[in-house]
T-cell receptor, first 113, second 109 residues
């Protein structure tokens, strides 16, 4: 079946640093990739939708200058959390959709100290 | 505003019970409704529903969609402790994949 690889799975960083998370579709071309954030015991919250070669569409309340999304190819999207702060600590999950259903990466747990 | 609402938010049952999870939605350009199971990490896909009235079945799980009333149900029969998880409903509205809040199912021995 389709596989989506997300890296890293876990990252700890100091406040003020930037963290890049990669999402790759391994055996299919993902025309659209979604980035979600999940707090403990809560559901996935859509942050942004990105289509290959175009700017990401951000959900209301998500700062596009803080959460930079790049979808440069049909197999790779990146989310960069810039100047991370402790409140950015969360579980970030990407999903890639060439065709529905979307397939998920394993997620990245970000801890900002 | 597009939205996906799941109920109940939490459910505790005993092994062998049958459960029904609900998902209602309001989206502009409905394309499909999907059910996922989330245990420790990323959600795993269960069903995709596009047409009304056609039941999808996989083992003890089944699901059906009503596009007129804008809802779907996920049934789990003869529940087992391994069914304990968060069950997520998502709607593909031709541009985004929006999730409901999820139903946290706990199956006790």
């Amino acid at each position: 079946g389709a596989v989506v690889s997300q890296h890293p799975s876990w990252v700890i960083c100091k406040s003020g640093t930037s963290v890049k998370i990669e999402c790759r579709s391994l055996d299919f071309q993902a025309t659209t990739m979604f980035w979600y954030r999940q707090f403990p015991k809560q559901s996935l919250m859509l942050m942004a939708t990105s289509n290959e070669g175009s700017k990401a569409t951000y959900e209301q309340g998500v700062e596009k200058d803080k959460f930079l999304i790049n979808h440069a190819s049909l197999t790779l999207s990146t989310l960069t959390v810039t100047s991370a702060h402790p409140e950015d600590s969360s579980f970030y999950i990407c999903s890639a959709s060439g065709r529905v259903p979307a397939y998920f990466g394993a997620g990245t747990r970000l801890s900002v100290l | 505003e597009d939205k996906v609402v799941q109920s109940p938010l939490s459910l505790v049952v005993h092994e062998g019970d049958t459960v029904t999870l609900n998902c209602s939605y309001e989206v502009t350009n409905f394309r499909s409704l999907l059910w996922y199971k989330q245990e420790k990490k990323a959600p795993t896909f269960l069903f995709m529903l596009t047409s009304s009235g056609i039941e999808k079945k996989s083992g003890r799980l089944s699901s059906i969609l009503d596009k007129k009333e804008l809802f779907s149900i996920l049934n789990i029969t003869a529940t087992q402790t391994g069914d304990s998880a968060i069950y997520l409903c998502a709607v593909d509205d031709n541009n985004d994949m929006r999730f409901g809040a999820g139903t946290r199912l706990t199956v006790k021995p």
